[in-house]
């Protein structure tokens, strides 16, 4: 007789600096699309991502609640309060603003400090922009290195890594224990 397929519910935070593609990424990975026109996210909205992973005792279908928090200077913090109760995070940077991929230490310390422990991942996002980009591979690395965390180069617009960017994370949260 097989075992039942685990079901689980994860709460991600997307944390970054305004117009770096938060919500964009969101939207690509839920809604297949990718809008040009730039929206900037008020306080938080939240959807839902279904993965079906494998995990260490079967199958697991995880449901990403996936929390897309406003973030920068013109629209003030968002209150780490949002941070409490999550399993991990993506941090976004905007491959053509230095300052963002800078701005990523700022997120993770601040989720970190809530969530000591949980697992998060970089996203390099708008990879599709060669002409514009400013930072390089090796800043990246680097900065993925220094903080223990795997760095995904995405794109919103083409799609490329989106999906497994959060499968990676999925993997990481599944393997986790209940209540970590």
Request: charged content about 25%; hydrophobic content about 40%.
């Amino acid at each position: 007789m097989g075992r039942a397929e685990r079901r689980l519910t994860k709460k991600v935070c997307l944390l970054g600096d305004f117009a770096v593609g938060k919500t964009s990424l969101v939207r690509r990975s839920v809604e297949g699309r990718f809008d040009e026109r730039y929206l900037s996210t008020i306080g938080v909205k939240v959807d839902r991502k279904v993965l079906h992973l494998p995990g260490p005792d079967g199958a697991v279908t995880l449901n990403l609640m996936l929390w897309d928090l406003a973030g920068g200077p013109t629209i003030g913090p968002v209150s780490p309060s949002y941070y409490r109760g999550s399993a991990g995070a993506v941090i976004v940077c905007d491959v053509t603003r230095p300052e963002t991929l800078e701005g990523t230490k700022h997120y993770a310390e601040g989720f970190q400090a809530v969530n000591p422990g949980a697992p998060w991942v970089l996203a390099a996002n708008k990879v599709d922009l060669v002409e514009e980009r400013e930072v390089g591979d090796e800043a990246l690395a680097q900065a993925a290195d220094s903080a223990g965390v795997a760095c995904f180069l995405t794109s919103a617009k083409t799609g490329e890594s989106v999906e497994s960017l959060l499968s990676w994370l999925g993997m990481l949260l599944v393997g986790r224990p209940e209540g970590e």
